[in-house]
């Protein structure tokens, strides 16, 4: 059973008599139903009544209902409001636009609008790579989706993908100061995408592809590529690729294990699973087989996209076939980046001795993480209640901060390695542990750390 998160978190406002146990109702009630209760506050008091905001975590919306029932049967109590203090948070969006000079008088006026922008906008005409100097686009992302693979729940389109694009942009200055703003396509046609992609570039200093499916998400970025003077990263491919490369490396280092030497098995062929293995690769792995819907991917195959055809050339040198669960027996790493509960704590326990298991779907993992743990020596989650949660946050904030401070035009395996490198760096050889082997999102240290290796490999 799931624990109680804090993205299902409620306030219930609830009026009780004014009797000495009235709060200890309330918190008895609460934890019957298995909620966890966070805060206590009494919004009103009268001589008869209190007015209490009792806030807890639940496991889901029915959960929350539940506690709710149990809120209502103490003794006298009258449920007046359940606030979702998700939906709560959300109210009005998450970001916003705000001025950075002053605007107080005429001459402010005349510097920051007419007319004196027309000197700014005449010296660009003559000038376009002053714009990276004198516009925002020195310091400016575009986070562009389609809505058609957001999160765990798939094609929603733009206008459901907005919030995910807003807390996108928010991570993207809190964590590396880049003031990223959401771009929602409503098309999903590969043409139309890159088109208007392509038109709006000027704006921005590099553009973050997120959340559109697989294989159409690969032609995006390679055109994309070609066409733009600025940087473009999806980062469910590279993003996640950088972290699990980091988390990777320091979890061998637990094992006493080298990469190149390890077997490694796959559980996704899309996007991000795809640019793992790429990565992989040129760090020197060299025994990976992936596994789709069918199990698993090999040469024999007929029919195949290009993407598929192509780890298909360049993994499972042995050939093997069969499902997730026969390829994995005897392996050393599993990296899921597929579907949930695929496996089980059995299924784990036929990996090599110190497996290490990173099972990534969200919000329900390919394995849970329990079970593995019983039988693995590192386990990781991309959930952020269990220990060693890989988060893309931990790469594309300061990876892009690197890439704008450097004027780069393009992206190269050389800066993602080196992002790589950067992240699995900033856990120290006496902080490193089975439960340690990636830094707390919240770690200061980690964007700037991050940034400056990404400068330092543009310049080489």
């Given at each position: 059973m799931?624990?109680?998160?804090?993205?299902?978190?409620?306030?219930?406002?609830?009026?009780?008599?004014?009797?000495?146990?009235?709060?200890?109702?309330?918190?008895?009630?609460?934890?019957?139903?298995?909620?966890?209760?966070?805060?206590?506050?009494?919004?009103?008091?009268?001589?008869?009544?209190?007015?209490?905001?009792?806030?807890?975590?639940?496991?889901?919306?029915?959960?929350?209902?539940?506690?709710?029932?149990?809120?209502?049967?103490?003794?006298?109590?009258?449920?007046?409001?359940?606030?979702?203090?998700?939906?709560?948070?959300?109210?009005?969006?998450?970001?916003?636009?705000?001025?950075?000079?002053?605007?107080k008088h005429r001459d402010d006026l005349s510097r920051a609008y007419t007319p004196g922008v027309a000197r700014v906008c005449r010296a660009i005409a003559e000038h376009p790579e002053d714009a990276r100097r004198l516009t925002i686009k020195r310091n400016t992302v575009a986070v562009v989706t389609d809505g058609s693979a957001v999160l765990g729940l798939g094609n929603i389109g733009p206008l459901a993908a907005l919030p995910v694009m807003e807390g996108k942009a928010a991570l993207f200055k809190q964590f590396g100061g880049v003031d990223a703003w959401p771009v929602c396509l409503d098309t999903q046609d590969a043409d139309a995408i890159v088109e208007i992609v392509r038109a709006v570039a000027p704006v921005y200093g590099g553009i973050n592809l997120e959340d559109i499916s697989a294989p159409r998400c690969f032609e995006i970025e390679a055109r994309l590529r070609e066409l733009l003077d600025i940087p473009v990263f999806h980062d469910d491919q590279h993003g996640t690729a950088i972290v699990v490369l980091a988390a990777l490396t320091n979890a061998l280092r637990v094992v006493d294990?080298?990469?190149?030497?390890?077997?490694?098995?796959?559980?996704?062929?899309?996007?991000?699973?795809?640019?793992?293995?790429?990565?992989?690769?040129?760090?020197?792995?060299?025994?990976?087989?992936?596994?789709?819907?069918?199990?698993?991917?090999?040469?024999?195959?007929?029919?195949?996209?290009?993407?598929?055809?192509?780890?298909?050339?360049?993994?499972?040198?042995?050939?093997?076939?069969?499902?997730?669960?026969?390829?994995?027996?005897?392996?050393?790493?599993?990296?899921?980046?597929?579907?949930?509960?695929?496996?089980?704590?059995?299924?784990?326990?036929?990996?090599?001795?110190?497996?290490?298991?990173?099972?990534?779907?969200?919000?329900?993992?390919?394995?849970?993480?329990?079970?593995?743990?019983?039988?693995?020596a590192v386990v990781a989650t991309g959930r952020s209640d269990h220990p060693n949660q890989i988060n893309n946050v931990l790469v594309f904030p300061g990876f892009f901060r690197g890439l704008l401070d450097a004027h780069v035009s393009g992206i190269t395996d050389a800066m993602m390695v080196a992002a790589a490198q950067a992240l699995a760096g900033t856990v120290a050889p006496s902080e490193l542990n089975p439960s340690f082997i990636i830094p707390s999102v919240f770690d200061t240290s980690v964007a700037p750390a991050v940034a400056e290796a990404v400068r330092r490999a543009a310049e080489l």
């Amino acid at each position: 059973m799931a624990t109680p998160s804090p993205g299902y978190s409620i306030t219930v406002r609830v009026e009780v008599p004014a009797s000495a146990n009235a709060t200890a109702a309330l918190t008895t009630a609460v934890a019957s139903a298995g909620g966890a209760l966070t805060a206590l506050d009494v919004a009103e008091s009268r001589t008869d009544r209190l007015v209490v905001d009792v806030t807890c975590d639940t496991r889901d919306e029915a959960h929350g209902e539940a506690i709710t029932a149990a809120i209502s049967g103490v003794p006298g109590a009258v449920v007046r409001k359940v606030s979702d203090r998700t939906f709560l948070l959300h109210l009005g969006g998450k970001i916003e636009v705000k001025p950075k000079v002053p605007l107080k008088h005429r001459d402010d006026l005349s510097r920051a609008y007419t007319p004196g922008v027309a000197r700014v906008c005449r010296a660009i005409a003559e000038h376009p790579e002053d714009a990276r100097r004198l516009t925002i686009k020195r310091n400016t992302v575009a986070v562009v989706t389609d809505g058609s693979a957001v999160l765990g729940l798939g094609n929603i389109g733009p206008l459901a993908a907005l919030p995910v694009m807003e807390g996108k942009a928010a991570l993207f200055k809190q964590f590396g100061g880049v003031d990223a703003w959401p771009v929602c396509l409503d098309t999903q046609d590969a043409d139309a995408i890159v088109e208007i992609v392509r038109a709006v570039a000027p704006v921005y200093g590099g553009i973050n592809l997120e959340d559109i499916s697989a294989p159409r998400c690969f032609e995006i970025e390679a055109r994309l590529r070609e066409l733009l003077d600025i940087p473009v990263f999806h980062d469910d491919q590279h993003g996640t690729a950088i972290v699990v490369l980091a988390a990777l490396t320091n979890a061998l280092r637990v094992v006493d294990k080298s990469i190149d030497d390890v077997r490694i098995v796959v559980s996704g062929v899309g996007a991000a699973g795809h640019a793992i293995i790429r990565l992989l690769l040129t760090q020197g792995a060299r025994d990976i087989v992936a596994c789709g819907r069918s199990g698993a991917v090999h040469s024999g195959e007929v029919a195949m996209e290009p993407f598929r055809q192509w780890i298909a050339d360049h993994t499972n040198s042995r050939h093997e076939t069969g499902s997730l669960r026969e390829v994995l027996v005897g392996a050393d790493v599993f990296i899921g980046v597929s579907a949930p509960d695929l496996l089980s704590g059995g299924d784990i326990a036929t990996m090599a001795p110190d497996a290490v298991v990173f099972a990534l779907a969200n919000p329900v993992p390919e394995v849970d993480p329990l079970a593995a743990s019983e039988h693995a020596a590192v386990v990781a989650t991309g959930r952020s209640d269990h220990p060693n949660q890989i988060n893309n946050v931990l790469v594309f904030p300061g990876f892009f901060r690197g890439l704008l401070d450097a004027h780069v035009s393009g992206i190269t395996d050389a800066m993602m390695v080196a992002a790589a490198q950067a992240l699995a760096g900033t856990v120290a050889p006496s902080e490193l542990n089975p439960s340690f082997i990636i830094p707390s999102v919240f770690d200061t240290s980690v964007a700037p750390a991050v940034a400056e290796a990404v400068r330092r490999a543009a310049e080489l």
